[in-house]
């Protein structure tokens, strides 16, 4: 960088002005750092915010599964209400009429079931 004197002739650049200008080449070069990772920050900022949106849709998902699992669970736990009080009603009329409660269920006996099956 060269100067021209009032005469025409070129003069070198006071040494104070070679300060000005590395000052002025250096806050250049820290703007373009800072301008980079501006833009760098910017790309990270909008990544962040798809995931936050990708996980707020899971979550919101997972809201919406456990909101249907707990109707089923209340639907299934009325159901059960109302077969208890049926059970309960006709338990209440065998008593009622005196009628035998046996269970379904009974002890296997080879004679019983050799005559259902048509032996001897």
Known sequence: MTNTDTNGSAV????HEREIAAYLAKH???RNEFADEVTHLKAARTGD???IDELE????DAKSRAETAMLVRD???ARRAE????????????????IAHEPMVRQRNDADEAAIIGGA
Request: net charge neutral; proline share 3%.
């Open 12 to 15: 070198q650049p006071s040494e």
């Open 57 to 60: 849709t899971l979550l919101n």
């Open 49 to 51: 915010a798809v995931k």
């Open 28 to 30: 250049r070069a820290e």
């Open 83 to 98: 077969l208890e009080t049926v059970l309960a009603s006709i338990l209440s009329l065998l008593r009622t009429f005196q």
């Open 75 to 77: 639907q299934a736990v």
